[in-house]
């Protein structure tokens, strides 16, 4: 009789992390807009210089406001439709 196969342990399902459109402050005044699906990672980047090269110069950052997407694709289409709105549009936006 051959011997059964041992299963592999059941692996945890890693958990999965909603995508975010995200808005930043920068130190000059000026705002930066972009999605991730880690938001405490990603800011730290942008502080650490190692963020988009935007904000590279224009650290320290700090978040303004930020809203979950359904997944990435709603979320670039949320940045894309966020980036295309004047400075003024921006600010009643995040005032919203």
Known sequence: MPKKKKKPAAKARAVKKKWQLYVLLCKDGTLYCGITNDLERRIAQHNAGKGARY??????????????QKNQSAALRAEISFKKLSRTAKDVYLAA
Do not use: K, Q
């Open 55 to 68: 904000t590279r110069g224009r650290g320290p950052v700090s978040l303004l406001r930020s809203w979950p």
